[in-house]
């Protein structure tokens, strides 16, 4: 080891022309790196919005060619069902399972719709009367079906005449979201559901007896794009509950879960009935 030597650093002002402080050197590179983040960031903000006005024009492109052909479907099947002696039953079931695909693929579309709207803080409720009572019966009714087909029979608990200032095509696209997830994790069981409320607050409960969801799972399954780990069930995209939950909070309300794995899981949604 050499003794007396004096060890060279960077940081000594002897190093560097007189006036100019090492430091003082670094801060115009901080200032680039800064411009240079801020720029990122705006390039970045922009292909986001790119992005989200293309999901938007897709789905109104995929959407409504496909109207039309929903409500023709719609008319066959009930010019159908009135003739169940002159038409077979094959044909009636086919057009049941052609109408079933096809509303699928318009909520698929209107998925794509929803998380463009949302990302861009574009959407918009239409608040009006909503009798909540007759909203929940139809759409359980509409969705019986898919839940009979898949083993899961629904059972109705529905206090009469709750009524609220709501946005019904969102509320009817809450119990749709979280009613599809419920047959598609029953497990081929019964799914409750419930309805009731006090003067102020409607509650609305989703009951299935299926796999149920982890406690870290529950943690993230109103994230966008996650679902709940270790299932194999498939299709979708993971955001209905994700979709679900900005709903409910654009509405002044509130969700939760309560689950346990192997036994179910309880969704809980609270609506404010005169609006938010």
């Not at 790196?33 to 801020?38: I, K, L, N, P, V």
């Not at 970045?44 to 409500?71: C, K």
């Not at 709501?166 to 081929?188: F, K, W």
Request: aromatic share 4%; charged share 25%.
């Amino acid at each position: 080891m050499a003794i007396g030597r004096e060890e060279i650093t960077s940081d000594d002002p002897a190093n560097h022309p007189p006036g100019v402080h090492p430091r003082n050197q670094n801060r115009p590179r901080k200032r680039c790196r800064e411009t240079g983040d801020r720029k990122r960031i705006a390039e970045l903000e922009a292909e986001l919005r790119a992005r989200d006005d293309f999901l938007a024009i897709a789905a109104h492109e995929l959407r409504n060619p496909m109207t039309p052909i929903a409500g023709r479907v719609e008319l066959l099947l009930n010019l159908a069902r009135r003739e169940p002696h002159r038409i077979p039953g094959e044909i009636i079931n086919g057009l049941e399972r052609l109408q079933y695909l096809v509303d699928a693929y318009v909520r698929r579309a209107t998925t794509f719709l929803d998380v463009s709207r949302i990302n861009s803080q574009k959407l918009q409720l239409t608040l009006t009367e909503v009798d909540l009572s007759t909203l929940i019966r139809n759409s359980v009714f509409a969705m019986s079906p898919v839940a009979e087909r898949a083993g899961c029979p629904v059972s109705l608990d529905v206090q009469d005449a709750v009524t609220g200032t709501l946005d019904q095509t969102a509320v009817e696209q809450i119990v749709e979201n979280i009613l599809s997830n419920a047959i598609r994790y029953g497990a081929g069981h019964p799914i409750d559901v419930e309805l009731a409320s006090n003067p102020s607050t409607a509650y609305l409960k989703i009951r299935d007896h299926g796999i149920g969801i982890s406690d870290a799972d529950q943690e993230r399954i109103f994230g966008r794009f996650q679902r709940a780990t270790g299932n194999n069930t498939g299709g979708g995209f993971g955001v209905g509950l994700w979709i679900t939950k900005q709903l409910v909070l654009a509405m002044g309300g509130d969700i939760s879960v309560t689950s346990e794995v192997g036994i179910g899981s309880i969704f809980t949604v609270s609506l404010p009935l005169k609006g938010s």
